[in-house]
């Protein structure tokens, strides 16, 4: 890997984003200050924090379970997210309790517990792969669920549920945003103070635990800060995958380390990059795409590259 | 007469429910070089292990096969394995810094130390690792089958530097390994443990305590 300065890396992510997210203010053409403020804006900012919380959690994951695929959505979170959404949105019509609940909060209620799952076993397994299948069986129960209920509900409430699941950075408003960059800042923070954890953890438990370092701690603390900040990004903008994913490689490729003190402000940048440029990509359409899916088919190719690329991994 | 740095006063190996060796008595002086032989699940690992919880920061025990990530210099990987001495960044102090300097002269692999360590040769990385136990100013370094990837010339080279080490810093090592033949070579002391499930250390004669690993009696 050949290896380039890191402020410069750094400045080249931000010209970039700048211009991709003026790009994005900018497309559709001059507007007044109302759809400015209360659309593009908010669609934008948004956008920026989603891609940098998910990148983030994807590069955490990626080191503690030591697998380059590795993201939240793998893990579960993501699935537990939509199952507390469609808990929501297609039983909620029937019962009462249910129906005060917004499909926001319940996402964020579903994405938590299945992080308090995945949190809790990760103390009994001490193997990284074990908590990965874990994760893995954990969104098909998920998913399992969600498929029955979506069997035995009626139009109205299919459709609310798949405009969540077909994720959005749209109809976010300025408290919600609020919220999603407190816990971007939260679950930065928790990376960064802990990065030469993640960074020994790369050599495997037992090498980490040989120098004095606590790999379960560590394992534990990187799992709380992806479940902060997928919890809050996918209860306002629905399951994003790929993102996690693509980022950090993106990341370790521009700067050619791996060293977390340098890649994790990088894969915050990459990540918000990537979602960016899919907004803008889905915005050229006609009618606005859904950002799942424009980030899958965008997304899914370079995973294919890396993967042919470098088969080692 | 050099320091006594472990010593072993009938101890019993193995596991909560499973007694590997008992009466088990050795000590480990300043510059000894130990070779520790067995077959395959005698518990070689498990007692490496068990001295590695002894004193835990003067005793620096490197696993067998530790993965190459890309992405780190030798060097990193050094400061990396520091993680005792290092602050919350990952940085080290400016003695310790001098310390890595003078440990890759020390195995002579100073010109490898801003290489990637995906791809140095395992024989190379083997005395990185090495390197680090003395950054991290191990009195004891253990070692767990340092020499079982290696090819011939390699794991020489590995085991040389590893008697130099003794002779000339007083670190005191224990490595196991099957390559009984390399081993005798450089060890001044063998531990050995037998078929007949006793425990062995010979100062001399070093055949006969190996042969025990075999032997059924």
């Known amino acids: 890997m050949i290896r380039r300065k890191p402020f410069i890396m750094t400045l080249i992510c931000l010209v970039a984003l700048a211009m991709l997210a003026a790009a994005d203010l900018a497309h559709g053409g001059a507007t007044d200050t109302h759809v400015m403020i209360h659309l593009r804006l ?7 924090m989603a891609g940098a919380a998910l990148a983030l959690s994807g590069s955490q994951m990626q080191s503690v379970l030591r697998n380059p695929l590795a993201d939240p ?5 993501s699935s537990g997210a939509a199952l507390g959404a469609a808990i929501v949105t297609l039983l909620g019509g029937t019962s009462g309790f249910l129906s005060g609940l917004t499909t926001a909060g319940a996402a964020f209620i579903g994405a938590s517990a299945s992080a308090c799952v995945i949190l809790a076993v990760s103390r009994k397994f001490h193997s990284a792969s074990t908590l990965l299948i874990f994760g893995v069986l954990l969104g098909f129960i998920a998913n399992a669920v969600i498929s029955i209920l979506q069997f035995t509900s009626d139009a109205e409430s299919l459709k609310i ?3 969540w699941s077909a994720g959005s950075f749209s109809n976010t408003t300025w408290p919600q945003i609020a919220m999603t960059a ?14 030469k954890g993640l960074d020994i953890i790369l050599f495997g438990d037992e090498f980490a635990s040989m120098a004095g370092a606590r790999p379960s701690g560590i394992r534990l603390r990187a799992l709380l800060s992806c479940c902060i900040m997928t919890g809050a990004v996918t209860a306002f903008c629905g399951p994003l995958g790929f993102v996690g994913i ?4 993106i990341a370790k490729a521009m700067t050619g380390t791996s060293a977390h003190g340098t890649n994790l402000p990088i894969s915050l940048l990459t990540g918000a990059m990537i979602c960016v440029g899919a907004d803008l990509i889905s915005q050229m359409s006609p009618t606005p795409l859904p950002a799942a899916g424009t980030l899958a088919i965008t997304g899914i190719p370079v995973i294919i590259y890396i993967l042919i690329k470098k088969p080692s991994l | 007469m050099s320091k006594i740095l472990i010593q072993a006063t009938d101890m019993t190996i193995g596991y909560r429910d499973k007694v590997l060796y008992d009466g088990v008595s050795f000590d480990i002086k300043e510059g000894d070089c130990i070779m520790l032989c067995g077959a395959n699940g005698s518990g070689k690992t498990t007692l490496l292990n068990a001295l590695s919880k002894i004193r835990s920061c003067e005793t620096v025990m490197i696993p067998t096969r ?6 780190f210099t030798a060097k990193e990987f050094i400061r990396i394995a520091c993680f005792r001495q290092s602050d ?11 310390a890595i300097d003078t440990a890759l002269d020390t195995l002579g692999i100073s010109h490898l130390a801003d290489r990637d360590i995906s791809t140095l040769s395992d024989g190379e990385f083997q005395k990185t690792a090495i390197a680090s136990a003395i950054v991290r100013r191990a009195s004891v370094i253990l070692l767990d089958e340092p020499t079982a990837f290696l090819d011939a010339e390699n794991r020489i080279s590995v085991l040389r530097t590893l008697r130099t080490l003794c002779d000339t810093h007083g670190t005191a090592i224990l490595f196991s390994t099957h390559d009984l033949y390399d081993g005798k070579a450089v060890c001044t002391k063998v531990f050995a443990l037998g078929a007949d499930r006793r425990f062995r250390c010979a100062t001399q004669d070093f055949d006969e305590c190996v042969g025990t690993i075999f032997r059924k009696f």
């Not at chain 1, 908010?42 to 920026?48: E, S």
């Not at chain 1, 959505?73 to 979170?77: A, K, T, Y």
């Not at chain 1, 407190?182 to 990065?195: D, E, H, K, V």
């Not at chain 1, 693509?246 to 490689?249: D, N, W, Y």
């Open chain 1, 182 to 195: 407190a816990a971007l800042l939260a679950g930065y923070a928790i990376a960064f103070s802990g990065r």
């Open chain 1, 42 to 48: 908010p669609r934008v900012v948004t956008a920026i």
């Open chain 2, 88 to 98: 919350m960044g990952g940085r080290l102090s400016k003695a310790d810094e001098k």
């Open chain 2, 66 to 71: 530790i993965p190459k990530v890309t992405g």
């Open chain 1, 73 to 77: 959505h793998i893990m579960g979170v």
């Open chain 1, 161 to 163: 549920f798949y405009s």
């Open chain 1, 246 to 249: 693509i980022a950090p490689h």
